[in-house]
Nanobody
Framework: VQLQASGGGLVQAGGSLTLSCVVS????????MGWFRQAPGNEREFVAA????????DYADSVKGRFTISRDNSKNTVSLQMNSLKPDDTAVYYC???????????????????WGQGTQVTVSS
């Protein structure tokens, strides 16, 4: 299973970015997906998750109302639309695929089996 994340970059505070993650090697549509991030010196933290069908999502409190996770099962892709970005959002963002099929949204990294390589998001003040 391979997860390829893209879309990171440098943006000013208040700006927007959209991250995408393309998954190959396993049936995409039956597994929940998530986004996590890790800033320098910090542990990896949960950002957003979506269940296998796309009908259920969850967000970290720090990004609620600003970030939107979505999925396109026809394209094996999960996306993270990030608006109103803040310097505190600066981190490496990782997409991940859950280990169990047909599960609910997962907020713990231990619920995820496969991880992408990460994409850097830098928000300048």
């Amino acid at each position: 299973v391979q997860l390829q994340a893209s879309g990171g970059g440098l943006v000013q505070a208040g700006g927007s970015l959209t991250l995408s993650c393309v998954v190959s090697g396993r049936t995409f549509s039956v597994y929940g997906m998530g986004w996590f991030r890790q800033a320098p010196g910090n542990e990896r933290e949960f950002v957003a998750a979506i269940n296998w069908g796309g009908g259920s999502t969850d967000y970290a409190d720090s990004v609620k109302g600003r970030f939107t996770i979505s999925r396109d099962n026809s394209k094996n892709t999960v996306s993270l639309q990030m608006n109103s970005l803040k310097p505190d959002d600066t981190a490496v963002y990782y997409c991940a695929q859950r280990s169990r099929a047909f599960g609910d949204v997962g907020t713990s990294e231990y619920a995820y089996e496969y991880w992408g390589q990460g994409t850097q998001v830098t928000v300048s003040s």
